[in-house]
């Protein structure tokens, strides 16, 4: 089993920028990749970024050259860096772990971009 845990969703004004962390613990060994989700109310939910073990990372085409996906091993961390943020980057965003023993995801963090 896999543990994560979302913080610093807010509310930001357009144009902004905020950092989601997500907290991992469990079964930490065994996880081969990770990655953001988002969900926006009435749309389906949207891969945003992952990334491998190895360091590859992959962006959606809309939010590719404004969010960063990072990750801290040696503080179980991963992060979503957004910036120059847009009212349909409006979301709920979910961290998620891509393990052998399956797929866990956090509870999520809301963002509200919004002037």
């Known amino acids: 089993q896999v543990q994560l845990v979302e913080s610093g969703g807010g509310l930001v004004q357009p144009g902004g920028s905020l950092r989601l962390s997500c907290a991992v613990s469990?079964?930490?060994?065994?996880?081969?990749?990770m990655g953001w989700y988002r969900q926006a109310p009435g749309k389906q939910r949207e891969l945003v970024s992952t990334?491998?073990?190895?360091?590859?990372?992959n962006y959606a085409d809309s939010v590719k050259g404004r969010f960063t996906i990072s990750r801290d091993n040696s503080k179980n961390m991963l992060y979503l860096h957004m910036s120059s943020l847009k009212p349909e980057d409006t979301a709920v965003y979910y961290c998620?772990?891509?393990?052998?023993?399956?797929?866990?995801r956090g509870p999520g963090t809301q963002v509200t971009v919004s002037s």
């Open positions: 990334i491998t073990s190895g360091g590859g990372t």
């Open positions: 469990g079964d930490i060994f065994n996880i081969n990749a």
């Open positions: 998620n772990a891509f393990a052998i023993s399956g797929q866990f």
